[in-house]
């Protein structure tokens, strides 16, 4: 169940990120984009003192954190 719940939390994060960063992609982009950007997002906040309490929102907002950090890494990178 905990697999399932990070890709539902993964593909929100990815597609909400994606709208904010005006970055395409499909469904599959948007789930790797939260999943890998929840450990990033993760990382900053626990960097800056501050961490996701654990709980749905926290890690959506977890992982749109790090998903928005990856999209202007690789558009800044594409340039």
Do not use: E, R
Not at 7 to 27: C, N, P
Not at 39 to 62: E, H, Q, R, T
Request: hydrophobic share 60%; glycine share 22%.
């Amino acid at each position: 169940m905990g697999l399932i719940m990070a890709i539902i939390i993964g593909a929100i994060a990815g597609w909400i990120a994606g709208m904010i960063m005006k970055s395409g992609g499909g469904l599959l982009y948007n789930i790797i984009l939260g999943v890998v950007g929840g450990f990033v997002g993760g990382f900053v906040l626990k960097f800056f003192g501050l961490a996701s309490d654990g709980s749905i929102v926290g890690s959506i907002v977890s992982g749109v954190i790090g998903a928005c950090i990856i999209i202007a890494i690789g558009k800044a990178i594409k340039k």
